[in-house]
């Protein structure tokens, strides 16, 4: 029987590449860059053998999909920032047999899925700018899942409960990671660049603060009663189906755990950013 050893939301922003390449930008982000290492070394510290990541950048408009490769291995250049991540080689391996029996329960629970192995089926930065400070030694096998730009928080939260089901069926340690921002309306491109750091709207801003206060006291069902509205007045990323994949794993409104909170909440082009880890419920483990 599996089990989940760690469930976390996590920023993947280029800047955070940036931040560690020579130059005026560098070390923008290390708060960023310590909490993905400080995700990292916890998923190792509690066994992990397997990274599920619900990547909002491998955007689906029809269905679900899994990157079911046995190996993932490339040269990564970003088609959206070429500037922010270019060169960045990679070498993981995949994790097919989960990702056959997270089709199944996601079929099952009445949805569609498929797993892919298509050879120039290559990972995306919400997966492994990520990855580069979590798997360094490329121990932990690597498998994302796309996010549906046109699927509901109802329909996310399934895929939620469906990972939840397909890993306590499997022998794996996994640890889930909910790759996304917070709020994610980018400026207009006039003035995208002077807002590097920063959030484009105050209302988002003041959203994203009073969403973090009610994941640190625990208020989840309260949360979860205005994800929808959040995701469409904030302009949430991949419609944030990440989001609702997290907490439908963890249980959804019966979930009563606190997250903890690993870095500042930072602006970054526009968008909301942090890092916080979820404490696993004690009937996702073994």
Known sequence: MGEIVLAAKITHVPSIWLSIQPGKHFGIRRPAELAL???????????ADTFLIADTHWMNSIGFHLNGKPRHQATYV???????????????????????????????????????????????????????????????????????????????RRIGEALLRAVLRSDRKVAFLASGSLSHAFPPNEIAESLLDDVSSEL????????????DEG??????????????????????ADTAMLFGLLGW??????????????????????????????HHTR
């Open 37 to 47: 290492t400080e995700v990292g070394r916890r998923a190792r510290e509690r066994g």
């Open 78 to 156: 970003s088609h959206e920032l070429p500037h922010f991540i270019h060169d960045l080689a990679y070498d993981y391996a995949g994790d097919p047999e989960l990702a056959e029996l997270i089709r199944e329960e996601i079929v099952a629970g009445g949805q569609k899925a498929r797993v892919h192995t298509y050879q120039d089926l290559g990972l995306e930065y919400a997966t492994l700018v990520p990855m580069y400070f979590m798997n360094q030694d490329s121990d932990i096998r690597v498998l994302p899942i796309g996010c549906n730009i046109y699927s509901t928080v109802e329909e996310n």
């Open 204 to 215: 988002n801003r003041k959203v994203d603060h009073a969403v973090l206060e009610m994941w």
């Open 253 to 282: 409104r019966e979930y009563t755990g606190r997250g903890e909170q690993l870095c500042p909440y930072f602006g970054s082009s526009g968008t909301g950013q942090v890092v916080v880890d979820f404490p696993v419920p004690a």
């Open 219 to 240: 208020r989840i069902p309260e949360f979860l009663d205005m994800l929808p509205d959040y995701n469409e007045r904030c302009t949430g990323e991949g419609a944030m």
